[in-house]
T-cell receptor, first 113, second 111 residues
Framework: DAGVIQSPRHEVTEMGQEVTLRCKPISGHNSLFWYRQTMMRGLELLIYFNNNVPIDDSGMPEDRFSAKMPNASFSTLKIQPSEPRDSAVYFC???????????FGDGTRLSIL | SQQGEEDPQALSIQEGENATMNCSYKTSINNLQWYRQNSGRGLVHLILIRSNEREKHSGRLRVTLDTSKKSSSLLITASRAADTASYFCATGQAAGNKLTFGGGTRVLVKP
C-alpha cells in the first residue's frame, strides 16, 4: 500500500510565482482533503472533495488559492500569485468514506521568499 | 477557531511513565479521533472513538470520551522514547466527513 503521495516535498520560490502542489490519494479512497499547517494557526482545512467534487472550500484563504481533482487519483492545489505569508507545510489526506480515519501524506514544505 | 483544544500544550516525561493528554470540544460530534505527528512527517491515525462509546483501547493507548463534558483523554502507558511526537485530537460532526483538529500536545519522552 503506497499511502498518500505528495510532491514536491520541498518548494522554495519567490513571491509572485505560481506554485502547484500535487497529491495522489490512496487507491479506492473517495474523499480527499487539503490542509495547511503553521506554528501560528496550527492545522487548517483548506478544502475537501468527495468523489472528485469539491464539497467545502470555506477554508481556502483567498482567490489566489485554487484546487482541482480531475480524477480519483490526482489532485492539485495551486497558489497564484504566491506571497511570503503562504509559507507553510501543506498536507493532503484521503479517507475511504465519511467519518473514517484520514491518511496523510508527508506534506510539502513551501517557502515563499 | 479550533473545535478541539488539547491540554497540556507540552508534556515531558521519563521513559516508562504514563502520559495523559486531554481534548475539549464545543459542539456535538459523531466521533473523535486521535492522531500522532512525528517531526517532519504527516499525521498518523491512532484511534477513533464514536459518540456512543466511552472507552477504547489499542495496545498501549487508552482513549476515553465524555460527551456530557465534551472532553476526551488519551493515555499512553509505559511510554517509550519512540512515542516522542505531537498528538492531535480531531472531531467529526454528523454531517459530512471533515475533521476539525486541535492545536496538539507535544510529548517528549526522555530515555
Amino acid at each position: 500500500d503506497a499511502g498518500v503521495i505528495q510532491s514536491p516535498r520541498h518548494e522554495v520560490t519567490e513571491m509572485g510565482q505560481e506554485v502547484t502542489l500535487r497529491c495522489k490519494p490512496i487507491s479506492g479512497h473517495n474523499s480527499l482533503f487539503w490542509y495547511r499547517q503553521t506554528m501560528m494557526r496550527g492545522l487548517e482545512l483548506l478544502i475537501y472533495f468527495n468523489n472528485n467534487v469539491p464539497i467545502d472550500d470555506s477554508g481556502m484563504p483567498e482567490d489566489r488559492f485554487s484546487a482541482k481533482m480531475p480524477n480519483a487519483s490526482f489532485s492539485t492545489l495551486k497558489i497564484q500569485p504566491s506571497e511570503p505569508r503562504d509559507s507553510a507545510v501543506y498536507f493532503c489526506a484521503s479517507s475511504s468514506s465519511s467519518n473514517q480515519p484520514q491518511h496523510f501524506g508527508d506534506g510539502t514544505r513551501l517557502s515563499i521568499l | 477557531s479550533q473545535q478541539g483544544e488539547e491540554d497540556p500544550q507540552a508534556l515531558s516525561i521519563q521513559e516508562g511513565e504514563n502520559a495523559t493528554m486531554n481534548c475539549s470540544y464545543k459542539t456535538s460530534i459523531n466521533n473523535l479521533q486521535w492522531y500522532r505527528q512525528n517531526s517532519g512527517r504527516g499525521l498518523v491515525h491512532l484511534i477513533l472513538i464514536r459518540s456512543n462509546e466511552r472507552e477504547k483501547h489499542s495496545g498501549r493507548l487508552r482513549v476515553t470520551l465524555d460527551t456530557s463534558k465534551k472532553s476526551s483523554s488519551l493515555l499512553i502507558t509505559a511510554s517509550r522514547a519512540a512515542d516522542t511526537a505531537s498528538y492531535f485530537c480531531a472531531t467529526g460532526q454528523a454531517a459530512g466527513n471533515k475533521l476539525t483538529f486541535g492545536g496538539g500536545t507535544r510529548v517528549l519522552v526522555k530515555p
